[in-house]
Nanobody, 123 residues
Framework: QVELVESGGGLVQPGGSLKLSCAAS????????MGWYREARGNQREMVAT???????NYMYSVRGRFTISRDSAKNMVYLQMNSLKAEDAAVYYC?????????????????WGQGTEVSVAS
C-alpha cells in the first residue's frame, strides 16, 4: 500500500512563495510518474506539474516560469516550488503517483493520491 502525504500549504499573499512537499511511504523510484494536481472550489481537478522517472517535466501553461517540480529519490520526496503566486492559484493541491505495468499485451496503471494540502492566496 502506497501512502502519499502532502504538506506545506497555507495562506500567502499575492506574489509570495510556498513550497509543497509530498512524502511517499516507499521508494518513489518505482513510479513512472509523479505530479501535482489542484482542485479549486467548484472546479475539476487539473494537472499542475508532472515529473517522469526520466526526470522530464511538464507544466500547465499558467504556472510555467513560476512553479518548479522536483524529486529527491533518496528521500522519497516530490516538491512543488511555487513563486509569484496569484489568487487563481488558490486550491487544494494533491500529490499523485503512477505506476505502469504490463502483462503480455495488457497494460495496467496504478494511481495513488495524497489527501491534499490547501493553498490560499489573499492579501
Amino acid at each position: 500500500q502506497v501512502e502519499l502525504v502532502e504538506s506545506g500549504g497555507g495562506l500567502v499573499q499575492p506574489g509570495g512563495s510556498l513550497k509543497l512537499s509530498c512524502a511517499a511511504s516507499g521508494s518513489i523510484s518505482g513510479f513512472d510518474e509523479m505530479g501535482w494536481y489542484r482542485e479549486a472550489r467548484g472546479n475539476q481537478r487539473e494537472m499542475v506539474a508532472t515529473i517522469a522517472s526520466s526526470g522530464s517535466t511538464n507544466y500547465m501553461y499558467s504556472v510555467r516560469g513560476r512553479f518548479t517540480i522536483s524529486r529527491d529519490s533518496a528521500k522519497n520526496m516530490v516538491y512543488l516550488q511555487m513563486n509569484s503566486l496569484k489568487a487563481e492559484d488558490a486550491a487544494v493541491y494533491y500529490c499523485k503517483a503512477v505506476r505502469r505495468t504490463h502483462k503480455g499485451w495488457d497494460r495496467y496503471e496504478n494511481v495513488y493520491w495524497g489527501q491534499g494540502t490547501e493553498v490560499s492566496v489573499a492579501s
